[in-house]
């Protein structure tokens, strides 16, 4: 089962607390939103679960693997985290094959993908000439690349215009009905509450919130009444 | 079983190393470092071989005199194909997509090596062949069973210079303060040290690896614990 | 004038300013006390802080590649150049302003660097090193010189590079202890006209060359190098995209 699991998961920069015990799961054919205050510990879980950095304790896998020790890790796991993840003076087609050669991914699915993400006219200028919705665009084709089970993403409308972000709105509900797990943090709620089937909230490195859209949103307005509600705080209008 | 799983694990390597070749290959600041290099080379030989020679001592130095510039080329290769890793955050998609970081960094290494030493037989096998046509008068001196061995040794102290760069790139993930460091060591304080000029002091290949080995696995150390 | 403090606190707020100005001084005191010499040459002290000027070197660099950087973990490609011209949108003026910092940066780092050299150097040969005459003062004056205008060349070479790498590889490697610029000489007399080896002739002594240049006419070869790299790169800087 193509499941990712966060299990007690603790970080800590000497003596600072990025997160305490962080626990949830993202499970297939199901959107979960990862929320919470900038800075509350979001991007810090996803960058443990991809192997990018170390967790003081506790466990986050993939597929009960950790995902340093997958073996075709772009056909597990696709992911995006703040930008595009590409040197500056590269293409964006020469970005996209080497990671392609590292996957051992044909160079016609470079193709595909810069044409799935809209960026296939701009694939040969350097990413310096990208504008921050474009290295969205790029980071997202290079998640897609080996078409993968799993999608890791943080932030992804983050820069993205309207257009943009119908288009991942979409995609995202189709990869999700085609059984797949997605996973994708944001501080934007309102976008998030269109678009996921559960919610996970978190607020300075501990889960305050964790379960399906409904059950969390449960004597609530909306979204966001519940969002301020767990971390805390009152909606400005409530 | 084991076989087959050795197997699965040397294709994974090679994919990696040939996604690092096209990675160097793709960088513009690579060719940038590799035209300088050669270009300099070249015009110091043509500099150098345009003063009177005075015989076969000479013309050893004139093809000897631009290696010894070239290491700032080679320092430079190394470091800036292991810190254009930290630049706009590649070293993200990296390691996402080659998540098992020593092996990451030996198939990194390898495949620079491997350009390293190329480029190196370029730079030296161009500039003795630039100077030879050069003075081809004082040419007929030259002894190819002295000449050979040296270039050989040019080219390997070059490339393993290059590995050293990469390792210093690694661990500082900066250019100025790794390039800088390595070369103010190259070029001023070791000339001082020894009280021998740059030019005068011989391709040292032996005597460089195992510091070269010593950083390489030191930075891999680091990479293999640092939260990237 | 408000610029100039900026630029200023711009650049002392880098940690390789400091590593410049540490350079600068504890390398050529570091060689002079290392070296011991048993035979005073023409050129004690000066050869120390000809190597020294890769601090000055260093600081003009890094005054204007700092402002281009994008390395460092998750800093998303920003750049302080944007944030530089937003608030200084006068290009002509920061360039000079910076040029000014640099100047006097690498001038009181000079002054300390020389002061330390002939310092150690007196005490570890005897008084006699330095006696002060009218010549020993020109020399020094030359020295400060050097390093000003050298620093000047790195900050200059740098506004068309963009990037610190390539300006300070070239000046590092030639200022080993047979420069590029010296080899040169041996194939065309031109080479003494380099900016560098003009310079030199401010305060050595010592330079096994055809050309002899006097101390004055080699100053003035490099200040004009200097000065004609400043208003083209000040053109160049004021009309590019950032």
Redo the contacts between chains.
Sequence with gaps: MAMLTFERLTKRRRTKHILSEVTFQARPGRITGFLGPNGAGKTSTLRILLGLDRATSGTALVDGRPYRTLRDPARKVGALLDGSGAHRSRTGRAHLRWVARSAGIDAARVEDVLELVGIAEAAGSRVATYSLGMGQRLGLATALLGDPEMLVLDEPVNGLDPDGIRWIRGFLRDQADAGRTVLLSSHLIGELSETVDDVVVIRAGKIVANGPLADVTTGYRNLEDAFFAAIGQRSADR | MSALLRC?RIH?FC??M???L??LW????FWLTLA?TFGGALL?TL??S??PPTGPVELDKVLV?PVA?AQ?GF??LGV?AA??E?????I??????????VSQRLAATAALLLLALVVAALVVGGGVLFGYVLLAEAAGALDAGLLVPSALNAIGYLAVLTVLGAALGTLT?????A??AL??YL??LS??VSGQ????TQPDTAGLAPWSLAFLVASIVVVK?R?? | MRTVRAELSKLASLPAFWFACVVGVLVPTGIVLLAGRAAPRVDDGYQELAVGVLGAIVLGVIAMSSEYTSEGAESAGGRQINTTLTAVPTRGRLFLAKALVVGSTSFVLAILATTAVFSVLRLSQGVGVLALTGDDLARMGGVIAYWVLMSLLGYGLTAFTRSGIIPLAVLLVNSSTVSVSYLLTKATPLANYLPDLAGMRMFSRDLATDVELSPLLGGAVMAVWVAGLLIVAKLVFARRDA
Excluded: I
């Design positions: 699965g994974v994919r990696a040939h996604s690092e096209v990675k793709s960088l513009p600041a300088g110091l500099a150098l345009s003063a005199q510039y700032a320092v430079l800036l810190c254009s930290y630049a706009g955050g590649q993200r998609t990296t390691l996402l997509a080659m998540p098992q970081r993930r900066r250019v100025l303060p390039a800088a070369l103010l070029f001023v000339p001082l000029p740059v030019t005068d614990h939260d990237a």
